[in-house]
């Protein structure tokens, strides 16, 4: 069964632009991978540097192969600085 990451995520004052540029970046890596079937970056249009990552996997497994991958990468130390919060839902289509 599929499952659906939503993942949102907050920038610090200032560091809007920084975040925004650094999440761009995963977009195209990303859709590479093996599983991912969606990742799309959203910003509010009335709070600039609140973003919302809407993916789909083929399955939890596959999703956290992602996420070891993404540990690996030097996205932690460009972001380190620019995210005020991050909150990560697993959720699964019911109809």
């Keep these: 069964m599929p499952l659906t990451i939503v993942a949102d995520i907050t920038a610090n004052p200032g560091k809007e632009a920084q975040l925004r540029d650094a999440l761009r970046g995963l977009i195209a890596p990303s859709l590479a991978e093996r599983g991912c079937l969606q990742y799309d970056l959203h910003e509010d249009n009335g709070r600039p540097g609140h973003f919302l990552f809407y993916e789909t996997w083929e399955s939890r497994a ?20 620019a995210i005020e919060i991050v909150h990560i839902y697993e959720m699964t289509q019911i109809t």
Excluded: P, V
């Design 62 to 81: 596959l999703w956290q192969d992602h996420m070891a991958a993404l540990d690996k990468t030097d996205f932690g130390a460009r972001t380190e600085s």
